[in-house]
Nanobody, 121 residues
Framework: VQLQASGGGLVQAGGSLRLSCVPNSRTLSSSVMAWFRQDPGKEREFVAAIRWGRGSTYYADSVKGRFTISRDTAKNTLYLQMNSLKPEDTATYYC???????????????WGQGTLVTVSS
């Protein structure tokens, strides 16, 4: 299973970005897709997750109300809409696939290559 994340870039504080992830698999109905982020020297941090079949969503407290995770089942694509971005959101963002909306990275089996988001103050 390959996961291809894209959409990162440089944005000013208060701005928005939308990340995309294409899981190259059609057997997603029972899967959970998630976004994590990681700064150099820090642990990988849970951002948001979604149950692919039901569409139930889960968020880290730090992004609630600002980020929205969604999926387009017809396009087989995962999204992370990030609004009101802050400098502390700067990180490499990874999409991941697992079977339960856990916050621990170890619960996810497949990972994308990461896309860098830089928020300037």
């Amino acid at each position: 299973v390959q996961l291809q994340a894209s959409g990162g870039g440089l944005v000013q504080a208060g701005g928005s970005l939308r990340l995309s992830c294409v899981p190259n698999s059609r057997t997603l109905s029972s899967s959970v897709m998630a976004w994590f982020r990681q700064d150099p020297g820090k642990e990988r941090e849970f951002v948001a997750a979604i149950r692919w079949g039901r569409g139930s969503t889960y968020y880290a407290d730090s992004v609630k109300g600002r980020f929205t995770i969604s999926r387009d089942t017809a396009k087989n694509t995962l999204y992370l809409q990030m609004n009101s971005l802050k400098p502390e959101d700067t990180a490499t963002y990874y999409c991941a696939r697992g079977t339960s909306p856990e916050h621990a990275p170890g619960a996810y089996t497949y990972w994308g290559q990461g896309t860098l988001v830089t928020v300037s103050s």
